[in-house]
């Protein structure tokens, strides 16, 4: 019963009586921020991000250097696919929080979309910097590096996904693609091998 009503109580913070629930339970500006962000997080998972846009807006009214904020901000924007939007609020972060591996990474994933294929490359190697063990970095440098036409270094890089993440099918299938389009391609089918056999594995 507790929980329902918590939940219930949650659900009307993000709606029009929102300014009302506020003032009757006279919350300080912290427990607010703390309401918020749960309560965009939870958009932002479900993809409700009209609303997660809305509370980020709230938290940032009351703290306008939320890092944490401005970062949720910039994920509900990406999934309204905001992208100006997105990389205003990114970058807010990187300049609060240079160190930020998760604002460099989804600022190159923009970039990428947008065209901006050296800007993309420059974030995911800030991203990998930070965090070189994430595998998904080198991938997405990999395949950013492909589209530049650099396919020995998209080699690399998505050499260097495999070696950290070695069951993931698809990192084996791009590089597949890549060793093809080289002419390689006794290179190719083994990679393409293993990319079928990881995926048969799974079944």
């Known amino acids: 019963m507790i ?32 309401v918020y962000q749960k309560k965009a ?29 401005h970062y949720q901000l910039g994920v509900a924007y ?3 696919r905001s992208a100006e939007d997105a990389i205003s609020s990114f970058q807010k972060v990187l300049k609060l929080a240079p160190d930020r591996a998760g604002a460099h990474f989804r600022l190159g994933v923009l970039y990428d979309k ?6 993309a490359v420059a974030s995911y190697k800030k991203a990998i910097k930070l965090e070189p063990q994430r595998a998904d970095f080198h991938y997405t440098l990999g395949m ?25 099918d698809k990192y084996h299938y791009r590089l597949g693609l890549i060793y093809d389009g080289q002419g390689q391609h006794d290179k190719a089918v083994e990679a393409f091998k293993k990319a079928s056999e990881i995926e048969e594995a799974e079944w």
Do not use: W
């Open 3 to 34: 929980e329902k009503f918590a939940f219930n109580i949650l659900g009307l913070y993000a709606n029009k009586f929102l300014d009302r629930l506020e003032r009757a339970f006279q919350l300080d500006s912290k427990e607010l921020i703390e």
């Open 41 to 69: 997080k939870a958009c932002i998972k479900r993809g409700v991000y009209d609303e997660a846009i809305l509370l980020c807006q709230k938290t940032l009214k009351l703290d306008p250097d939320n890092i944490e904020a």
């Open 78 to 80: 990406m999934g309204n």
């Open 114 to 119: 947008t065209g901006a294929l050296d800007s």
């Open 144 to 168: 950013a590096q492909d589209k530049k036409g650099d396919h020995k270094k998209a080699i690399e890089s998505l050499n260097k996904a495999i070696e950290l993440a070695p069951d993931e």
